[in-house]
Structures are given as structure tokens and as C-alpha cells.
């Protein structure tokens, strides 16, 4: 028995790692920029032009890259070299081409649970990344729908239920999140799942306080999640 | 009477300016490297680092940005200076924040056309790019469905086809595009209608080749549509 018919799942650190992929590319970035600054201040004038650059690039690794060599040209007063920047383009290129590494127990979840569930994919971020991510993840046929968004809030999640013609008593939506994943679902009046992974990005950090009183599960890894849609 | 239930439209140099944002751009861009290069040799390795970046980049303006800083940093042996880096990234984040502005006739036609027909809008390009401008456009609201496809080919025509249930002989999409607008929705079974934009990007040029043997209807402005709609 089970109340959901519509089982959606987040895919950057939910079903494939990425934060580790932005995370290493970073520790590059601050080797380049070493001679010049300290590596707190690196990542926080990044962190500073990133978050900046949101509203005009919205999320994603060519905006990201964007804001590298943004960050470079502020901290070296403009004598980043040409060299330099070339290899930011690489590093970014080289992010889009990396191989999509499934989470533990993915494969095999997300195979046992298509077969009881219609499956969505909801996810942020660049469109021909995420498509060329899922088209490499071998995951991709389990997935009824794919649905890459602009922006995780309570609207979207609402407009992806309409589409979907599911009530938010039968959808319940699974990621890493809270800020994402989790909250806006929840405002929605669906269900959640949140899957912690090792890394969040500073931007997806919510406060104790925006928890409280708030009610979802926790699982610790993918391979719970079946038991508790069937529990649930 | 009419035999069409989806109008499918095009966003670019269809509903609103768009290649003329890209030419104003690369006039700027050339002048930027008038010192080491003349202006055709510009021209034709900016298109080459374009087209070679499509597959890893997609379509959209930040791409077209990451383009543009990879041919200067070529052009000039890597003697670019970080401040015109800066100011290619600030081209960028401008046709970003470019005001919307759509071609003649299209406030009008769009809104009779919604009150007969079904309208989905069929976009490639940026994602979060493109929701920006039909939230900008002030005609988003007489779309049913808005699709930002990662590529125009035969299969995408289906796929949208297919989940707006309608079938191909009562679906005709519209475009400036003949390449990505009119021969892969007719190999895809559908009707095409083409409206030519005063300039048109090489990547999307087709030979005549292509064309021969194809039928498809090509009007001069968006206000023929309705008419042609109901005689078609």
C-alpha cells in the first residue's frame, strides 16, 4: 500500500554526484589564483560574484564558469593572463564533459521504482547539461517525465503537479535540498523526502529556524526509499 | 473552419528581436580586437569557436559569451587584457538584460490566435534565458505550454506532439527558421509555416537542396497568419 502516485527526484547529488565535480573544480581555481590571494578570500569573492550572477545567469556550469573568470579579473586587478582565463573555459568544459557518476544504490532504486511508481525527473540548472547528464546516466528511460526548471519554489512545484494531473496528496518529492527539495515542496502541499549529501552548496544552506515545525522524512541513503513510500 | 488545433510558434526573430541583438554585439566585439585583426578573419573564428562549442554549450547568450572570450584570447595570442575579458562578460550580461522587444504585429496576432487555437511555444536556447524573456514579453500569458528544447530536430517535433496530444496532422508550427523551424516538423508529419527575419545566423542557413520537394507555406509577416490558418 501507498499514497503516492508520483514519486519526483531531484538528480544533481540525489541520483549523480555533482557538488564534489564544482567542489575540485574550485580547489583548481584557487591554485590558479594563489599568488595572488589567500584561499578564503578566493572562495568568498567567488561565492560573492556567483551569487551575484544568479539573476542574470541563473544556475548551471557556464554561468558558473563566467563568474570564475569574473572573480579572476577582480582579484588580479586585471592581470589575470589570457592563458589563465583560457584555462577557466577549460576547467568549465571539462565539467560539462565529466563522466555522470550515480549515488550508491541508484541504479537499482530507481529501476525497482519505476515499476510502482511514475517517476519525475525535477532539476535546476542548465538545460543541455541536465539533458546531456541524463542521456549519459543510464537512468533516463525509468523516468515518465523530465522536468528542468529555472527555479525550485512552491509555484514550480505546483505547475509540475498540474502537468503532471497529480494532487499534492499523491506526489511526494525526493532530493538532497531542503532549500530546494524539500521546503517549497512542502509549501505545495505535497510530501518530501530529504537525502543529505556529503557537500552542500552554501547557497542551498537553510536556517534551523525555516525547519521548524516543518515535516518530512529523512533517509540516509536512496536505497531506504522504497520501504518508506510502501510505509508511508 | 480550419484543420489545426496546436499553432506552435518560434520565440526568436519570431516573437521578439533577437539576431539583431547578437549582430549589434559582434560589431562591438570586432572593434574590441580592430587592433590585431581585420573584421572578416574576426567574423569567421568567432563562428568556428561557436559552432565547435554548440555541442558542449548549447545554444544562448552565456555560451555565445564563452565563445567570444576563447576567440580573443586566440586572436591575440593570449595578449587580451583582463578589463576587455570584462568587458566581453559584460556584453554578455547586457543581451541578457536587453529589453524585449517584439516584431510588428505580434501583441495582436498572438492574442487572436489564442482565442481559436491552442498555442505552445517552441523555443531552443538558454533556459532561464528564455523564461526571462516571454516573462518580459507581456504575450506569455496566451500560451497553453512553453517548450525549451535543447534542439529542433524531427524527434523533439514529436516528443512535443506527443505530450500535448495532438496529432501531427493538426499541428503547424511557425518560424523564422527553416532549418529548425519548418524541414524537421514536416519530416516529423506536421505543417510548417515560414516567416523570414531580415538577417538569419549561418548556423541556421539550409541549401536549396533541402528544400526541393518540400511543402510548406512562407509568409511575409506574422499578420498573415490567422488568414492563412483558416484557409489552410
Redesign the interface.
Known amino acids: 500500500m501507498t499514497r503516492f502516485d508520483v514519486v519526483a527526484l531531484d538528480a544533481d547529488d540525489t541520483l549523480w554526484h555533482n557538488e564534489t565535480l564544482f567542489t575540485a573544480t574550485q580547489t583548481q581555481f584557487r591554485a590558479l589564483l594563489a599568488r595572488f590571494r589567500d584561499p578564503e578570500f578566493i572562495d568568498r569573492r567567488l561565492y560573492e560574484t556567483e551569487t551575484h550572477n544568479l539573476r ?5 556550469i ?2 558558473f ?2 563568474s570564475m ?2 572573480t ?2 577582480e582579484l ?8 589563465e ?2 584555462r577557466l ?1 577549460d576547467l ?2 571539462e565539467m ?2 565529466a563522466p555522470v557518476e550515480l549515488l550508491d544504490g541508484v541504479a537499482e532504486t530507481v529501476e525497482a521504482l519505476a515499476e510502482r511508481y511514475r517517476l519525475v525527473l525535477v532539476t535546476k540548472g ?4 541536465q ?1 546531456s547528464k541524463l542521456a549519459r546516466s543510464r537512468v533516463g528511460h525509468h523516468f515518465s517525465a523530465v522536468e ?3 527555479e525550485k519554489d512552491a509555484r514550480t512545484y505546483a505547475a509540475v503537479m498540474a502537468r503532471q494531473r497529480v494532487a499534492p496528496e499523491r506526489f511526494v518529492m525526493v532530493g538532497n535540498s531542503l532549500k530546494s527539495d524539500v521546503l517549497p515542496v512542502l509549501e505545495a502541499g505535497a510530501a518530501a523526502v530529504h537525502i543529505p549529501y556529503h557537500v552542500t552548496w552554501q547557497h542551498e544552506h537553510v536556517t534551523d529556524e525555516a525547519l521548524v515545525g516543518k515535516e518530512f522524512a529523512r533517509l540516509a541513503s536512496i536505497r531506504e526509499l522504497p520501504a518508506w513510500l510502501e510505509g508511508g
Open positions: 542574470h545567469f541563473g544556475y548551471g557556464k554561468g564558469t563566467l573568470i569574473e579572476a579579473i588580479t586587478d586585471g592581470a589575470v593572463t589570457g592563458a582565463v583560457q573555459i568549465g568544459r560539462l564533459q542548465d538545460l543541455f547539461d539533458e528542468i526548471v529555472s
